[in-house]
Nanobody
Framework: QVQLVESGGGLVQAGGSLRLSCAASGRPFSSYAMGWFRQAPGKEREFVAAISWSGRSTTYPHGVKGRFTISRDNAKNTVYLQIDSLKPEDTAVYYC?????????????????WGQGTQVTVSS
């Protein structure tokens, strides 16, 4: 497994932006596809973005496409999630996760390593 640590969360006003980071250690980072998920209070954890091991392929659900951008820097063992035009409904704990698979990256079952999460709170 790979160890993951998220950072970059915080309190931001609606309309603002945040960039979340997830630093990986352990096994070679470039071997893994990476994903971001979020969990709002009282709701199930949901998929928000994924990126292939090379960074050439990204996937988003319809609800965040255009506002969320996932990227990675394999030299820094880090994956990022840029969130623009933040909305109060984006308030959640954001988790990054690592997967050895290349398909169905919107499914939590595809991931075997998870970070502890970083809180994002958006005020109206």
């Amino acid at each position: 497994q790979v160890q993951l640590v998220e950072s970059g969360g915080g309190l931001v006003q609606a309309g603002g932006s945040l960039r979340l980071s997830c630093a990986a250690s352990g096994r070679p980072f470039s071997s893994y596809a990476m994903g971001w998920f979020r969990q709002a209070p009282g709701k199930e954890r949901e998929f928000v973005a994924a990126i292939s091991w090379s960074g050439r392929s990204t996937t988003y659900p319809h609800g965040v496409k255009g506002r969320f951008t996932i990227s990675r820097d394999n030299a820094k063992n880090t994956v990022y999630l840029q969130i623009d035009s933040l909305k109060p409904e984006d308030t959640a704990v954001y988790y990054c996760a690592a997967s050895i698979y290349i398909d169905y990256l919107h499914l939590q079952a595809q991931y075997d390593s998870w970070g502890q999460g970083t809180q994002v709170t958006v005020s109206s």
